[in-house]
Nanobody
């Protein structure tokens, strides 16, 4: 079992920055990939960025150069950060942390990001 806790999000003006965090605990040795997805109203959920436990990253084209995903591994936890810079109104969405393990997948409850123009 893996437990995850999301934090971050909020309201920011266009051009501003926010940082999301996803902290995983429990059976962290089963984790393969941690990712951030987002879902805007009326749209499908889409992948934003992902990072493997080894540190390999992947980004959606729409966020390349603006978002950075990173991870911090401690003794019993793994925390993944999504640093979002130069935010645009089209980045407005609910952001979800996703963890893929060797046994099952986990989703966070979501955190809202609103970018005003």
């Amino acid at each position: 079992q893996v437990q995850l806790v999301e934090s971050g999000g909020g309201l920011v003006q266009a051009g501003g920055s926010l940082r999301l965090s996803c902290k995983a605990s429990g059976n962290i040795f089963s984790i393969k990939v941690i990712a951030w997805y987002r879902q805007a109203p009326g749209s499908q959920r889409e992948s934003v960025a992902s990072i493997t436990i080894a540190g390999r990253t992947n980004y959606a084209d729409s966020v390349k150069g603006r978002f950075t995903i990173s991870r911090e591994v401690a003794k019993n936890t793994v925390t993944v950060f999504l640093q979002m810079n130069n935010l645009k109104p089209e980045d407005t969405a609910d952001y979800y942390c996703y963890i893929s393990t060797t046994q099952r997948d986990y989703w966070g409850q979501g955190t809202q990001v609103t970018v005003s123009s």
